[in-house]
């Protein structure tokens, strides 16, 4: 588990987040007002900003979810590394490091016994 975490982050920080600029810069690009007497390319525009501020969030929320996620299993690995993890890992262990890692406000000091 321990080299799944390390082999995820590093493909989210290598692989991902040097194309994560190009992609809001792109997504930030606010496309031109239509004119309003043509009403459906108004509506069309409308949508396509909406479109784009998700693409945007769900940008962001990839990354950070996969980091979160990663950083769960570095957590459930460290904790269970002399035991056979499939064996002894609770599922509220499991459940708990998902929960610690998406809290920024959570020490990183692992699952709390």
Same mark, same amino acid.
């Given at each position: 588990?321990?080299?799944f975490a390390a082999t995820l982050a590093n493909e989210v920080a290598s692989g991902y987040a040097p194309h994560l600029d190009q992609v809001t810069t792109a997504?930030?690009?606010?496309?031109?007002?239509?004119?309003?007497?043509?009403?459906?390319? &108004?509506?069309?525009? #409308?949508?396509?900003?909406?479109?784009?501020?998700?693409?945007?969030?769900? @940008?962001?929320? $990839?990354? =950070?979810?996969?980091?979160?996620?990663?950083?769960?299993?570095?957590?459930?690995? &460290?904790?269970?590394? #002399?035991?056979?993890?499939?064996?002894?890992?609770?599922?509220?262990?499991? @459940?708990?490091? $998902?929960? =610690?890692?998406?809290?920024?406000?959570?020490?990183?000091?692992?699952?709390?016994?």
């Amino acid at each position: 588990m321990e080299e799944f975490a390390a082999t995820l982050a590093n493909e989210v920080a290598s692989g991902y987040a040097p194309h994560l600029d190009q992609v809001t810069t792109a997504m930030l690009t606010r496309v031109p007002k239509g004119n309003p007497a043509f009403p459906e390319l &108004a509506g069309f525009l #409308d949508r396509h900003h909406e479109v784009q501020q998700q693409t945007f969030s769900n @940008t962001f929320n $990839f990354r =950070d979810g996969t980091h979160h996620f990663a950083t769960a299993a570095q957590t459930i690995s &460290a904790e269970y590394a #002399d035991t056979d993890a499939y064996a002894h890992a609770k599922v509220n262990d499991v @459940t708990q490091a $998902f929960t =610690d890692a998406s809290n920024p406000l959570k020490s990183e000091g692992g699952v709390d016994s």
